[in-house]
């Protein structure tokens, strides 16, 4: 690919200069992050806005809910870095791709509690690595066991 190049006003430079008034790492890289993106000139062919990015990430993940992919599929598909698909997408949609997969994977495997298949075939379609995976991301997210959750269903259900 072509270097590309942009004008810099002593603006990294400072940045590195006060590194240590930064309250973490993580702010100085989205910092500098942010920088880069309004300064570096557009390449055609690739993805130049981070809504679009993180637009086509959620998209993606939706697409491919049931296929056991990870944040590092996504940011391949896209030809983005992952730490940079994490920035813009929780900088557009306030949530962590990461977060947002297991929160799909979780409306997922809720829809099917109510089919009452296996929790481990449902794991697996929706996935998890493991039933014991589903089980301790469930509980986690939902303050409730697969059990307790199921059993709730089911009374709801048959009344």
Request: charged letters at 25%; aromatic letters at 12%.
């Amino acid at each position: 690919e072509t270097p590309q190049v942009f004008k810099d006003s002593g603006f990294i430079l400072s940045l590195f200069l006060r590194f240590e008034t930064f309250s973490s790492q993580t702010d100085f890289v989205d910092t500098l992050a942010g920088f880069l993106l309004d300064n570096f000139p557009q390449n055609t062919g690739t993805v130049k806005d981070t809504a679009r990015v993180a637009e086509k990430a959620r998209a993606y993940i939706e697409k491919h809910i049931r296929d056991g992919i990870s944040i590092s599929d996504v940011a391949s598909f896209l030809n983005v870095t992952t730490g940079y698909l994490s920035r813009v997408f929780r900088k557009s949609l306030h949530i962590t791709p990461k977060q947002y997969l297991i929160q799909c994977r979780l409306r997922e495997a809720k829809k099917e509690m109510l089919d009452k298949d296996s929790d481990a075939d449902i794991a697996y379609g929706t996935g998890f690595a493991s039933q014991s995976h589903l089980c301790t991301v469930f509980k986690k997210y939902m303050g409730i066991s697969v059990g307790d959750y199921e059993r709730i269903v089911r009374t709801k259900k048959m009344s």
